[in-house]
T-cell receptor, first 112, second 112 residues
Framework: GENVEQHPSTLSVQEGDSAVIKCTYSDSASNYFPWYKQELGKRPQLIIDIRSNVGEKKDQRIAVTLNKTAKHFSLHITETQPEDSAVYFCAASKGNTGKLIFGQGTTLQVKP | DVKVTQSSRYLVKRTGEKVFLECVQDMDHENMFWYRQDPGLGLRLIYFSYDVKMKEKGDIPEGYSVSREKKERFSLILESASTNQTSMYLC???????????FGPGTRLTVT
């Protein structure tokens, strides 16, 4: 079946450095790719998303890139801060449906 | 602001008990979802509903059933709870099609 692979599973960076998380997906009909941030004990919340007709999207320190040919997309966080520490999940839509397939998650630690 | 609420934050049940988890959203969303979250496995879809009384199995439906009698409410039922159903359960809702999913706060269920 369709799946989404996410790497790395853990990532530790110094405050101010950049962090990159990568995901690959298998469903060539996927057309929506959100990223969620889940802080400890809280619900996942959307931080940025991208649709298949766009190659890159940026929102302040966060950017997402999408390569539909290679079926991979990445989250880039610049100038990381301790409050960026959380678990990040990528996801891809199951075709054009409302269902999402989630990656396994990346635990990001930003050391002050 | 979209609000998704779940009936309990923590629940402890005994093996064999029937368990009801309820989810309510206030944004008139067509889609509602039940996920299970376990460390290292990401969010796995149990069931999906795209309209009142309509449901689709997700990736791990065994041992679960759902009910959607009203648009705003989606219930997850464990017919006979087992210890391997100890987990965090997250409800979500979204507009029709591939769109942002809004999550509830989660229910931490322990089955002893």
């Amino acid at each position: 079946g369709e799946n989404v692979e996410q790497h790395p599973s853990t990532l530790s960076v110094q405050e101010g450095d950049s962090a990159v998380i990568k995901c690959t997906y298998s469903d060539s009909a996927s057309n929506y790719f959100p990223w969620y941030k889940q802080e400890l004990g809280k619900r996942p919340q959307l931080i940025i998303d991208i649709r298949s007709n766009v190659g890159e999207k940026k929102d302040q320190r966060i950017a997402v890139t999408l390569n539909k040919t290679a079926k991979h997309f990445s989250l880039h966080i610049t100038e990381t801060q301790p409050e960026d520490s959380a678990v990040y999940f990528c996801a891809a839509s199951k075709g054009n449906t409302g269902k999402l397939i989630f990656g396994q998650g990346t635990t990001l630690q930003v050391k002050p | 602001d979209v609000k998704v609420t779940q009936s309990s934050r923590y629940l402890v049940k005994r093996t064999g008990e029937k368990v009801f988890l309820e989810c309510v959203q206030d944004m008139d969303h067509e889609n509602m979802f039940w996920y299970r979250q376990d460390p290292g496995l990401g969010l796995r879809l149990i069931y999906f509903s795209y309209d009142v009384k309509m449901k689709e199995k997700g990736d791990i439906p065994e041992g679960y059933s759902v009910s959607r009698e009203k648009k705003e409410r989606f219930s997850l039922i464990l017919e006979s709870a087992s210890t391997n159903q100890t987990s965090m359960y997250l409800c979500a809702s979204s507009l029709q099609g591939p769109n942002e999913q809004y999550f509830g706060p989660g229910t931490r269920l322990t089955v002893t």
